[in-house]
Nanobody, 126 residues
Framework: LQLVESGGGLVQPGGSLRLSCVVSGVTLDYYAVGWFRQAPGKEREGVSC????????RYADSVKGRFTISKDNAKKTVYLQMNVLKPEDTAVYYC????????????????????WGQGTQVTVSS
């Protein structure tokens, strides 16, 4: 299983970015996926996650109403649409995937994931 993130970059406050996480080597239908981020000098934190069924999602309080996670099993891709970006959203964003116990299980903790991408940098600055 391999995960490759893309879509990061430099954006002004209030702008938008859409991150993509392409999952190869497995059938994405069976995998739960999470997005995490790590800013310099800070611990990795959960941003959003989606169940393998795609029907259950969860967001960190800091991004609720601004970020949207979605899963396209046919394209083997998980997206993170980020709107109204703030300077405090600046971080390296990682996607992670693993097999859940049930199709509706939400996996919010990073230690639940064995498979990680290399990360993509998001910088929000004027």
């Amino acid at each position: 299983l391999q995960l490759v993130e893309s879509g990061g970059g430099l954006v002004q406050p209030g702008g938008s970015l859409r991150l993509s996480c392409v999952v190869s080597g497995v059938t994405l239908d069976y995998y739960a996926v999470g997005w995490f981020r790590q800013a310099p000098g800070k611990e990795r934190e959960g941003v959003s996650c989606i169940s393998s069924s795609g029907e259950i999602t969860r967001y960190a309080d800091s991004v609720k109403g601004r970020f949207t996670i979605s899963k396209d099993n046919a394209k083997k891709t998980v997206y993170l649409q980020m709107n109204v970006l703030k300077p405090e959203d600046t971080a390296v964003y990682y996607c992670a995937a693993d097999l859940p116990l049930t199709s509706d299980q939400i996996m919010t903790r990073p230690e639940l994931y064995d498979y990680w991408g290399q990360g993509t940098q998001v910088t929000v600055s004027s």
